[in-house]
């Protein structure tokens, strides 16, 4: 990916994304180290628009002898409602022991530490990445709204429970 951005060759590649599998060609500027991995801003041909491709979701790179056409490069901002746009407003309590995951993941000013020591958490999030999140905290956090989250989290537990039944 260097060698594409210092020769300004264009790089093709397989991409996996949550929604779906494709091949791309992309004209790549840069490389950024963001929500703890590594991904490439780039011009995509196919979609004719910037975009931000995670390194470790790309198969079969293959540097290409086309060269970058000129143009305008903007920096991508990175507020995290562009990239991941919140649907859902959450609101969840954690046990204490979980902490750590939160100030990990959105910082100290997060949650509010209540009577009985859970922390209460809520911020408004992307329901689709909500869900795996909170599935990584495992039975440490209890969603108290919305009724979709709960409900989505009841359906994810009874279809993992269903396959350990015996």
Known sequence: MQTAIDTKRAIGFDYYSPKAESARLIDPYFLIFKWSSWYVWGFCRGKQDFRMFKLNRMDRLELSAEPI???????????????????????????????????????????????????????????????????????????????????????VASAIASKYQE
């Open 69 to 155: 056409a000129n143009r305008e490069v903007r920096f991508p901002e990175f507020e995290t409602k562009t990239f991941f746009p919140a649907n859902v407003h959450l609101k969840a309590a954690f046990d204490p022991s979980m902490k750590w995951h939160l100030i990990e993941n959105y910082g100290s000013s997060s949650f509010t530490i209540q009577e009985d020591d859970s922390l209460l958490f809520e911020m408004d999030m992307d329901e689709n990445g909500v869900i795996a999140w909170l599935l990584s905290c495992g039975d440490k956090v209890t969603v108290l709204e919305p009724q979709s989250v709960k409900e989505k989290m009841l359906q």
